[in-house]
């Protein structure tokens, strides 16, 4: 075996401990080396690839929101160093999550390129690395954003190596796009709602996003920007966006025609331990929805939306009810023979919502007072005893310095489980997908790389059809900018693991996060050395670990 270059606590990781979803060793008992030379043993080993995505997405998802302009912490603190910038050092809580999780993903990888020379040779062999491959590219496009240059490494480990130099950022890129179009040379056309893996649309699709993304670099080209349009293209490839808003998250839908990639979980799969199997992101965006005897799910009260995300739409727009729960109701419900009045849940389960009463309601922006009172008098009836008007204002992020109390930020519902696991009382555990990319971010991905690549009136288009389905008025041309589209993926995104890198790629992190984030101010980001934290800092558990200590820590740090 090659000599390879590698960091000594992701090899330990990889090799020592066991993965919470995956178990790579046959049932049978036989030897991993003899399984996977084997047809049978080899699309086991490409599953548990696939399955290592929940590794990556599944937990805390502070890397991806954290910090910005639409998430702020509530009553409950986030990690000061991510979500803040003035704490935010190499050994600061959460830094390793994606630098740590995205190497257990490629060390995966690697061991299935590997045993593709070694294996049963099928036809479909290539297909199969194909995918492997996607998967590898999205994880150290991860990386690239989030730390920078990172080191490369494409062999399969089969023992501890003590020291590892780090490649450059172009370095990275160059990979990854050497894996996609790998990827896409191999990768089928079955469409991911009934096949459900990796195929030409989805590596179309994050070949976009990877070109416009480098497009803003200082290595980046004008042609990076026309490839990503054309790209984006090619994943769109002339659907229309034709499925409602609200049908695109409804539970039970995550494998809907507009789905390109996602994270699948399974109900039955979680049986071994439901209370950690599972993902968390239903468990951000909304405030506390009160204890166990609510019968409602557990929130976290942390990554709540800030007045800025809050004030982006507009009357009329249909993603307003469909992505945030501007009614929470309460109603019976039978367990075990005890019937008792719930709350929240009863949206999703009821067989007679007319009976059921609002505990709370959510004012949007654009309600004048007339508007107030013709509201209250409207559903005089359906308010419940201890019924509550939240004022326009006065349910986001920053209004729990004045009020904190349980159901004081409007919840996010796009997200919701209302078949879970376990109890809420148990723990933040959903078995819904996640959904990594769909449609509608991409046309907006099309937008932004045809107004980069100087082709406003196409990009435009694209965008439009977006707000075409929210059921919105066009964008002019004289509004259409990178702010204009920030805010038009705000409106779309809210809660899809984005907006950091949106705002890092963008070269709009400073400036957004100080104006709309109520914790942070554009001194926050100046670190040690006078210079901006933009990429995290490498994790200091990586550089303790490493023999060789000529390796460079990002700026700021």
Avoid at 48 to 72: C, H, Q, V
Avoid at 182 to 195: I, K, N, P, Q, R
Avoid at 251 to 274: M, R, W
Wanted: hydrophobic share 35%.
């Amino acid at each position: 075996m090659k000599k390879i270059i590698l960091i000594l606590g992701i090899i330990a990781t990889a090799f020592s401990s066991c993965s919470d979803y995956i178990e790579e060793e046959s049932l049978s008992n036989v030897p991993a080396d003899a399984t996977y030379k084997t047809a049978s043993g080899f699309q086991l080993l490409v599953n548990s690839n696939y399955a290592r995505l929940k590794g990556i997405y599944g937990g805390n998802p502070w890397l991806f929101e954290s910090g910005t302009d639409m998430y702020a912490e509530g009553r409950t603190p986030e990690p000061a160093g991510i979500s803040q910038y003035t704490l935010l050092i190499p050994s600061a809580a959460n830094v390793d999550d994606l630098y740590t999780s995205c190497y257990q993903q490629i060390q995966s990888v690697n061991n299935t390129v590997y045993y593709s020379t070694v294996t049963e040779q099928t036809p479909n062999l290539n297909t199969l690395v194909g995918e492997a491959k996607y998967l590898r590219a999205n994880a150290y496009f991860l990386l690239v954003q989030t730390y920078g240059g990172v080191p490369i490494v494409l062999n399969n480990i089969t023992e501890p190596v003590l020291s590892f130099k780090r490649n450059t950022a172009e370095e990275v890129y160059t990979q990854i796009i050497a894996d996609l179009d790998a990827a896409l040379a191999s990768v089928g056309t079955t469409a991911y709602a009934t096949g459900g893996k990796v195929n030409k649309r989805a590596v179309n699709d994050l070949l976009a996003k990877v070109y416009l993304t480098r497009g803003y670099e200082t290595f980046g080209t004008p042609s990076d920007f026309t490839k990503a349009a054309a790209y984006a293209d090619a994943a769109i490839a002339g659907q229309a966006l034709n499925l409602a808003f609200d049908q695109l998250f409804k539970p039970g839908n995550d494998l809907n025609a507009e789905t390109i990639f996602s994270v699948q979980y399974d109900k039955a799969s979680t049986s071994t331990d439901p209370t950690k199997l599972g993902n968390n992101q239903f468990y951000y965006f909304s405030s506390y929805l009160g204890g166990a005897e609510t019968g409602a799910p557990l929130r976290s009260y942390n990554l709540c939306p800030t007045d800025y995300a809050l004030g982006l739409y507009e009357k009329g727009d249909k993603r307003w009810d469909a992505t945030f729960m501007t009614e929470i109701l309460e109603g019976p419900e039978t367990t075990n023979g005890v019937t008792k009045t719930i709350l929240y849940y009863p949206y999703y389960r009821s067989t007679t919502p007319a009976t059921l009463k609002v505990r709370h309601f959510y004012e949007p922006k654009w309600f004048t007072p007339a508007d107030r009172l013709a509201w209250n008098t409207a559903n005089a009836s359906r308010k419940s005893a201890t019924f509550v008007y939240h004022p326009w204002g006065e349910y986001s992020a920053a209004h729990t310095l004045i009020q904190n109390l349980d159901c004081y930020t409007i919840p996010v519902k796009k997200f919701d489980d209302p078949d879970p696991t376990t109890p809420s009382s148990t723990g933040p555990v959903s078995t819904r997908d996640i959904i990594v990319s769909r449609l509608g971010e991409t046309y907006l991905i099309a937008a932004e790389a045809y107004l980069k690549a100087g082709n406003a009136s196409t990009g435009l288009d694209r965008l439009n059809e977006v707000r075409r389905r929210a059921g919105v008025a066009n964008a002019t041309a004289a509004q259409f900018n990178i702010d204009y589209i920030l805010d038009e993926r705000g409106r779309e995104l809210v809660g899809e693991y984005k907006r950091w890198f949106d705002l890092k790629r963008t070269g709009t992190l400073v400036a957004r996060a100080s104006a709309y984030n109520y914790k942070i101010k554009a001194a926050n980001f100046v670190g040690v050395d006078g210079k901006l934290k933009i990429l995290r800092p490498i994790p200091q558990s990586a550089l303790d670990l490493n023999q060789n200590k000529d390796f460079p820590q990002n700026p700021g740090y």
